[in-house]
């Protein structure tokens, strides 16, 4: 069965400026639930899939644009990169707004093979390479009115306060930057609405 997903605008985050990403404090994410998925070392893909019977990708896009100033303190200097966007779907509902950034040379890395995702999942992927190194965790809250927000209500949800988080894998001497944000259905966007 082939799932139909809605129109979303694409780029949803284009410029930035809605995130304040930070590491979190002591005592920050007091939630169990929040702390469960916001600091999961392993691949969220595979946790998602634990949580569904059907899990899909809807590529909303990818396109060459310059970094985000808060994205340099990852990647390096000012330079062109790659953006995708994703929305990860378990059972027909949205749960994740992902945004993958990556140097251009890092889509020409054979090991990596980014150039050829389409619709798989890049986490899934990157947790396959024998290198791969991981950051610490940054974390950020979206209000009602952020793009992601105006996502989520778009996707059919109220709005909320949605939580997000960000970090920086290094795989074939490359930095992928991948920044999720839990929306939709997900456990941990409907925890923060019940809240």
Request: hydrophobic share 40%; aromatic share 10%; charged share 20%.
């Amino acid at each position: 069965m082939i799932q139909t997903f809605p129109t979303v605008a694409f780029p949803v985050v284009s410029r930035g400026g809605e995130a304040n990403w930070h590491t979190p404090a002591s005592g920050e994410v007091t939630s169990p639930l929040a702390a469960d998925w916001l600091f999961d070392p392993g691949s969220l893909t595979a946790k998602l899939k634990q949580h569904s019977q059907h899990f899909a990708v809807q590529l909303l896009g990818q396109y060459e644009a310059d970094l985000l100033d808060d994205e340099q303190v990852w990647l390096g200097a000012p330079q062109r990169c790659v953006i995708r966007e994703v929305i990860l779907w378990c059972d027909d509902a949205p749960w994740v707004f992902a945004r993958s950034v990556f140097p251009l040379q890092a889509l020409a890395q054979q090991q990596l093979k980014l150039e050829q995702l389409g619709n798989r999942p890049l986490g899934e992927h990157l947790f396959k390479q024998p290198d791969l190194v991981r950051s610490e965790v940054e974390i950020s809250s979206f209000t009602a009115d952020s793009k992601v927000g105006r996502l989520h209500q778009q996707l059919g949800y109220p709005a909320t306060e949605l939580w997000g988080r960000r970090s920086r894998f290094t795989a074939a001497q490359q930095h992928v930057l991948v920044a999720e944000v839990f929306i939709g259905a997900s456990p941990l966007a409907q925890e923060v609405n019940r809240g």
